[in-house]
């Protein structure tokens, strides 16, 4: 089977500092000016334009694929910086290849320069809305009120007052949720050079029976990873009983602060 499509994984400014046998199968690196390019040679079986696009419908090949994509790319990123390609970006000839990094070497250079010495790091929050809703009366001094009004009411009243307390309630929830989510993000964005808000995902996504309140990435130099992984550590306990919960993964390839430019 020939192998002449160009599979690139990343870009590196300095020459691969570790042995290419010990990263993955068939992996090379090509000169291009002041950049290293890691790529594969694969074949139009699997990757060509309209076999990719079948491969990709394969739920296993993509997992797994995809896997090795991230695990070539860390493999590298452990001792020097990258720059992260997509999954599945496939250059025609060296030629073409070449043509690239020549036309956007200038923005490749400001990409390389803007995440030296730094990780990105993902950050999602999770928020059990029941567990928020047993401690409404502590957290919202409007749900408090509202209560002490039941309690001091007759009957009829108090049904009326507690129907106007079920709909506070979900008013109150869905601000608490917002100002945490901002809280959190107030917090990792201090710590860190850039950030990205991403998309909150459902819960037919994350598998999870609570609910998405912040999807964000955080680039963070390399020196302040530590502090940033202690914050984590300790919200994560002192949040957890009032329903909030934090999962922090990372160091990721870059992917989030690369913004590559045409001259």
Not at 96 to 123: A, C, V
Not at 207 to 218: E, Q
Not at 219 to 240: A, G, H
Request: glycine residues 4%.
């Amino acid at each position: 089977m020939k192998n002449d499509l160009i599979y690139v994984y990343c870009l590196t400014d300095s020459l691969p500092l570790i042995a290419l046998s010990n990263v993955s199968e068939g992996i090379e690196f090509l000169r291009i000016k002041d950049f290293y390019a890691i790529l594969k040679y694969v074949s139009n079986v699997e990757f060509a334009e309209e076999n990719l696009k079948k491969n990709i419908s394969d739920i296993k090949w993509l997992e797994n694929n995809a896997r090795g994509h991230i695990n070539v790319i860390s493999s590298f990123m452990k001792n020097q910086t990258v720059i992260p390609f997509k999954f599945g970006t496939i250059f025609q000839t060296e030629d073409s290849l070449k043509k690239f990094i020549y036309d956007y070497d200038e923005s490749l250079t400001e990409n390389f320069q803007f995440i030296e010495n730094k990780e990105e790091w993902s950050i999602k929050i999770y928020c059990s809305r029941e567990s928020l809703c047993q401690q409404i009366d502590i957290l919202s001094s409007e749900a408090a009120s509202l209560e002490k009004q039941i309690m001091a009411s007759l009957p009829g009243k108090a049904f009326i007052l507690k129907h106007k307390k079920k709909e506070l309630i979900e008013k109150e929830l869905n601000r608490l949720c917002k100002n945490f989510g901002q809280n959190y993000y107030d917090i990792f964005s201090s710590l860190s050079v850039s950030t990205r808000l991403n998309n909150l995902l459902p819960k037919e996504f994350t598998g999870r029976v609570d609910s998405m309140i912040l999807n964000a990435t955080f680039l963070i130099n390399k020196s302040m990873v530590p502090e940033f992984i202690f914050t984590v550590e300790i919200m994560q306990k002192s949040d957890k009983s009032t329903g909030f919960f934090i999962e922090s993964t990372g160091p990721w390839p870059p992917f989030s602060f690369i913004n590559i430019k045409e001259k």
